[in-house]
């Protein structure tokens, strides 16, 4: 007895009828998900631009994109990599945005949205993807709490909250970067805690043997692994915005907006118009 291939998923988000899989509460993309005009299927030790960039570790996942931890050979650095699905590859204003900032103040925008190194195309099963290089970053403004000190074991009934000082400072960089870009004719489209995220200490230095992901656990471990060790939570701490897929120019905002439901802003719910204003 033999058993055939599974047929080849359809071009476009998939009906109740058509699912392939079981709906699984997990925090990693739709598998669904993958499916020709849909994410690019990556592999830990998989090799991007002719050799140039090695996946040891993912990151995350979002609406439009997976985020991967890859070595770049070489300049001997590591970076996030982070490619989007590929019905919207073409049609993404986040590189222009990006390069534009790049080109206007790149220390400044340094400082505050995390910088574009690289891009390039990838074509897979799935269709042509664009890859963004970043610097690599720690984990966001919403999930980092999570993981402080004081927190950890955390005790029945314990409320989990930013200390004072350290959500004050949160919130004066995030508002330093949205200045930015708004100063520059730009708003983020998709500003909340899961796309404010804090700067890592160097890890440029350290072995790959310490940043690769551990392909040795249950097949249940499937959640996004950031790099929580290695992130800088002290007193002097730094945060940037990031995910500019949502990102326009005032003068040629979206049709639809990208903020979530239960974080946009009374006038964007109302209809009165978008321009800067969903972002605050």
Same mark, same amino acid.
């Given at each position: 007895?033999?058993?055939?291939?599974?047929? #080849?998923?359809?071009?476009?988000?998939?009906?109740?009828?058509?699912?392939?899989?079981?709906?699984?509460?997990?925090?990693?993309?739709?598998?669904?998900?993958?499916?020709?005009?849909?994410?690019?299927?990556?592999?830990?030790?998989?090799?991007?631009?002719?050799?140039?960039?090695?996946?040891?570790?993912?990151?995350?996942?979002?609406?439009?994109?997976?985020?991967?931890?890859?070595?770049?050979?070489?300049?001997?650095?590591?970076?996030?990599?982070?490619?989007?699905?590929?019905?919207?590859?073409?049609?993404?204003?986040?590189?222009?945005?990006?390069?534009?900032?790049?080109?206007?103040?790149?220390?400044?925008?340094?400082?505050?949205?995390?910088?574009?190194?690289?891009?390039?195309?990838?074509?897979?099963?799935?269709?042509?993807?664009?890859?963004?290089?970043?610097?690599?970053?720690?984990?966001?403004?919403?999930?980092?709490?999570?993981?402080?000190?004081?927190?950890?074991?955390?005790?029945?009934?314990?409320?989990?909250?930013?200390?004072?000082?350290?959500?004050?400072?949160?919130?004066?960089?995030?508002?330093?970067?949205?200045?930015?870009?708004?100063?520059?004719?730009?708003?983020?489209?998709?500003?909340?805690?899961?796309?404010?995220?804090?700067?890592?200490?160097?890890?440029?230095?350290?072995?790959?043997?310490?940043?690769?992901?551990?392909?040795?656990?249950?097949?249940?471990?499937?959640?996004?692994?950031?790099?929580?060790?290695? #992130?800088?939570?002290?007193?002097?701490?730094?945060?940037?915005?990031?995910?500019?897929?949502?990102?326009?120019?005032?003068?040629?905002?979206?049709?639809?907006?990208?903020?979530?439901?239960?974080?946009?802003?009374?006038?964007?719910?109302?209809?009165?118009?978008?321009?800067? #204003?969903?972002?605050?």
């Amino acid at each position: 007895m033999t058993a055939s291939p599974p047929p #080849t998923p359809p071009s476009r988000p998939v009906r109740d009828d058509e699912r392939r899989l079981h709906t699984i509460n997990l925090p990693c993309e739709w598998l669904e998900d993958y499916r020709p005009g849909g994410c690019h299927p990556v592999h830990l030790g998989d090799s991007f631009k002719d050799g140039q960039y090695k996946v040891i570790r993912k990151l995350g996942d979002g609406s439009y994109s997976t985020v991967w931890l890859a070595l770049d050979l070489s300049n001997c650095k590591y970076v996030a990599m982070k490619i989007l699905v590929s019905d919207i590859s073409a049609s993404t204003n986040e590189v222009q945005i990006l390069r534009q900032l790049n080109g206007i103040a790149p220390a400044q925008g340094a400082r505050h949205v995390t910088q574009l190194l690289d891009e390039f195309e990838h074509s897979g099963p799935n269709g042509i993807h664009k890859c963004l290089v970043f610097e690599p970053m720690g984990p966001s403004v919403y999930s980092m709490v999570e993981e402080l000190p004081q927190f950890n074991p955390r005790k029945w009934g314990m409320k989990v909250r930013y200390p004072p000082q350290m959500a004050r400072s949160i919130l004066k960089q995030s508002l330093q970067g949205l200045e930015f870009l708004h100063g520059n004719g730009i708003a983020h489209g998709d500003f909340q805690p899961g796309n404010i995220l804090f700067a890592l200490n160097n890890i440029d230095s350290k072995p790959e043997d310490v940043l690769r992901q551990r392909e040795d656990v249950q097949a249940m471990s499937i959640s996004d692994t950031p790099l929580v060790r290695f #992130t800088s939570y002290a007193e002097d701490f730094k945060i940037k915005l990031s995910d500019m897929g949502g990102a326009y120019f005032f003068t040629n905002p979206p049709k639809k907006p990208l903020v979530p439901l239960g974080l946009r802003a009374p006038e964007l719910i109302l209809g009165d118009g978008r321009n800067n #204003t969903p972002d605050v």
